[in-house]
């Protein structure tokens, strides 16, 4: 701070230091020689300790992945099966119970393709059948209004249909 003489001619300068320990060295200057022991035995528990979590985590994490490769492969009978009662247990079981869901899904979807293939071939074996029974009925009715007048003629329609004289499984009354 300037100090000024009456006239404002300044004389000097007052300066005030105020110097105060800092709270570690304060306090490391009161406590006895096992405070580094207590620190380093601190340290390494917390390291432990984050090394086993870390590793409890990391296997139950490997387990759900493990599963998901698996369903991702169609296999839904690989369960994750964490029995925990903590948030990767809570998920753990959500993930088993969609496992099975999706198990269930895919089989009924299998089942409704092949309901669908038998009635897309059950509909083209039906028109297929019911257009050459339709052509048949068509050349016999073609035949039998012939067979009167032109007999040669009758022949051939019925042979378009494979009715032959020689070959017909239809007993013939005697003439």
Do not use: C
């Not at 709270?23 to 090394?51: C, D, M, N, T, Y």
């Not at 698996?70 to 948030?87: A, K, M, N």
């Amino acid at each position: 701070m300037p100090v000024r003489a009456r006239d404002g001619q300044l004389l000097g300068a007052l300066v005030l230091e105020l110097r105060l320990p800092y709270p570690w060295r304060k306090i490391a200057l009161q406590l006895s020689f096992e405070w580094p022991i207590l620190v380093l035995a601190l340290g390494l528990f917390a390291l432990g300790s984050a090394a086993f979590v870390g590793w409890y985590v990391t296997r139950r994490l490997s387990r759900i992945a493990r599963a998901a490769d698996e369903w991702r492969r169609g296999d839904f009978s690989h369960l994750i099966d964490d029995r925990s009662r903590d948030e990767l247990g809570y998920l753990a079981g959500q993930l088993d119970a969609m496992a099975g869901d999706l198990k269930d899904l895919l089989a009924a979807r299998a089942q409704l393709a092949t309901l669908n293939e038998r009635q897309r071939l059950a509909r083209e074996l039906h028109d297929t059948v019911a257009h050459h029974v339709s052509a048949i009925a068509v050349q016999a009715q073609a035949g039998g209004v012939v067979a009167g007048t032109q007999p040669e003629r009758a022949a051939e329609v019925l042979a378009a249909i494979g009715v032959d004289e020689g070959t017909s499984d239809v007993p013939r009354e005697p003439a």
